[in-house]
T-cell receptor, first 115, second 113 residues
Framework: QQQVKQSPQSLIVQKGGISIINCAYE??????FPWYQQFPGKGPALLIA?????SEKKEGRFTISFNKSAKQFSLHIMDSQPGDSATYFC??????????????FGTGTLLAVQP | DTAVSQTPKYLVTQMGNDKSIKCEQN?????MYWYKQDSKKFLKIMFS???????INETVPNRFSPKSPDKAHLNLHINSLELGDSAVYFC????????????FGDGTRLSIL
């Protein structure tokens, strides 16, 4: 059962355009929603994260929009650059009050920004 | 300085062999993880350790045995390798507690012939 659904699978955007990647989750107990960026041959790197008490978080050109009632969140990349070309993963987890958290990842979106 | 380092980066071996992947983090974190990324790039958690204690074991075959000699190291030993074990294995670490940012290594690409 895929608990975090991500779309689109791939995305082509022109330089300077806006890239939008969407995710939907099922478990209403999730309370942490990070986005990771992965370049070929590298590990995923945390890009930006949001908790459900806010509807939007912005860091530079990257913005997460969060809709708790719809159980959806999205990543917006403004002024997309060729250097943003990578695979993007959304994820979700729940704080059990324990020592670790279990990230559930989406299926990934391969973004290509054309010059 | 590499924060989370894995060795080897590539591992090519025959079916049925036993192999190990090593992971070390210099971030001072208490918690470490192993993830598997399959050919479709799907990432799934396998194990997590906190201060050398196993916390999460995601119904991974018992051919996979993680070992944490200290909180800065988490190794993964795999017995009787099968074709389906071919994947990229990522180690990650975080500070202790729920919903802490996880820092990933660059992965070990395991190919079974």
């Amino acid at each position: 059962q895929q608990q975090v659904k991500q779309s689109p699978q791939s995305l082509i955007v022109q330089k300077g355009g806006i890239s939008i990647i969407n995710c939907a989750y099922e478990n209403t107990a999730f309370d942490y929603f990070p986005w990771y960026q992965q370049f070929p041959g590298k590990g995923p790197a945390l890009l930006i994260a949001i908790r459900p008490d806010v509807s939007e978080k912005k860091e530079g050109r990257f913005t997460i929009s969060f809709n708790k009632s719809a159980k959806q969140f999205s990543l917006h990349i403004m002024d997309s650059q060729p250097g943003d070309s990578a695979t993007y993963f959304c994820a979700a987890s729940r704080d059990y009050g324990g020592a670790t958290n279990k990230l559930i990842f989406g299926t990934g979106t391969l973004l290509a920004v054309q010059p | 300085d590499t924060a989370v380092s894995q060795t080897p980066k590539y591992l090519v071996t025959q079916m049925g062999n036993d192999k190990s992947i090593k992971c070390e983090q210099n971030l001072g974190h208490d918690t470490m993880y192993w993830y598997k990324q399959d050919s479709k790039k799907f990432l799934k958690i396998m194990f997590s350790y906190n201060n050398k204690e196993l916390i999460i074991n995601e119904t991974v075959p018992n051919r996979f045995s993680p070992k944490s000699p200290d909180k800065a190291h988490l190794n993964l030993h795999i017995n009787s390798l099968e074709l389906g074990d071919s994947a990229v294995y990522f180690c990650a670490s975080s500070t202790q507690g729920g919903n802490q940012p996880q820092h990933f290594g660059d992965g070990t690409r395991l190919s079974i012939l």
